[in-house]
Each structure stands twice: as C-alpha cells, then as structure tokens.
C-alpha cells in the first residue's frame, strides 16, 4: 500500500506532467515589443524636461536681473527686529444678564 492518499498521489502525477512540459526554451525572456519608437511615456518625459530647464532658466534670470524697486539713491535697508508687544491690563466689560437692556456706558467719561 501506499504511504500517499489516492488524490494526493494524482495531484503529484499531475503536477509532474505538467512540469515536465515546460522547456527552457520556454522559460526564456520575451522578445522585446516592436512598434512606435516614440510612446506617450517617452513624450511626457521631454516635455517635462523641458518644462522643468524652462522654470529654471527663468528663476536664474529673475534673480540674477535687477528689480526695478532697487535705486542706486535708495539703499536698501532692513527692517528693525519685531519687539515684544506691551502688555496693558484688561478688564472684561460684565455680561448682562437676559433680562438688562444692552446699553454701554462710555469708556471715557465714567457716570
């Protein structure tokens, strides 16, 4: 008897056919497509390439000319360090209630 079920013993005897079908001929890379030499991909490329040396040359030419802004009368001077603002104390106005009608006094002349 043997040590294999029947099906596995005919799933191996399957498995070994088939494999001995396949050749090395057919494992062998594909031969490479033939067609148009020119594809969308190879296209989009160029023209990104060229998009991207156009941005380029005009980010160079927009630093390296001068703006019209700077005078040679006017140097150009930079601008003082922030400072911290000044803290005043603040009170909060009080909330009137639902029933008070909204009136607000003056600030600058007290009643």
Do not use: C, K, N, Q
């Not at 603002?85 to 009608?101: D, I, K, N, Y």
């Amino acid at each position: 008897m043997s040590a294999h079920p029947p099906i596995e013993e005919r799933l191996r005897a399957a498995f070994d056919a088939r494999a001995r079908l396949i050749s090395a001929h057919d494992l062998s890379p594909a031969r490479p497509p033939t067609g148009r030499a020119w594809g969308t991909r190879r296209i989009r490329r160029v023209v990104s390439a060229v998009a991207v040396t156009a941005a380029a040359a005009a980010a160079a030419l927009a630093f390296l000319l001068p703006s019209g802004s700077d005078s040679p009368e006017r140097p150009h001077h930079p601008a003082p360090p922030a400072r911290a603002p000044s803290v005043t104390p603040h009170t909060p106005e009080p909330v009137p209630s639902p029933g008070e009608p909204r009136s607000r006094p003056s600030p600058s002349r007290p009643r």
